[in-house]
Nanobody
Framework: QVQLVESGGGLVQAGGSLRLSCAAS????????MRWYRQAPGNQRDLVASITRGGTINYVDSVKGRFTISRDNAKNTVLLQMNNLQPEDTAVYYC??????????????WGQGTLVTVSS
């Protein structure tokens, strides 16, 4: 079984910064793409950023230049550094990973979500 544990959410004023972390644990052989999604109240869950095992990165246009995604393959961890946060960034943020488990099964695993609130 593979689990993701997120941390780093909280309340911040507009213009502030937060760093989200997501760590995978369990019977893991390797991890492919890692992604961050967010879901604001009343909205659908949207992709924010992704990073492949090889380091290819993509961002949604609204966070380009403000958010930075990175990963540590040795620690099975993905980070999301969020700078110059704005009220429209307020959402529950979820990490997800494409995991190849030790038994060779492929799993798409989701974290529990962490709330980011940006006040104006």
């Amino acid at each position: 079984q593979v689990q993701l544990v997120e941390s780093g959410g909280g309340l911040v004023q507009a213009g502030g910064s937060l760093r989200l972390s997501c760590a995978a644990s369990g019977s893991i052989f390797s991890i492919n793409t890692m992604r961050w999604y967010r879901q604001a109240p009343g909205n659908q869950r949207d992709l924010v950023a992704s990073i492949t095992r090889g380091g290819t990165i993509n961002y949604v246009d609204s966070v380009k230049g403000r958010f930075t995604i990175s990963r540590d393959n040795a620690k099975n961890t993905v980070l999301l550094q969020m700078n110059n946060l704005q009220p429209e960034d307020t959402a529950v943020y979820y990490c997800t990973m494409g995991v190849v488990a030790a038994n060779a099964r492929f799993l798409e695993v989701w974290g529990q979500g962490t709330l980011v609130t940006v006040s104006s």
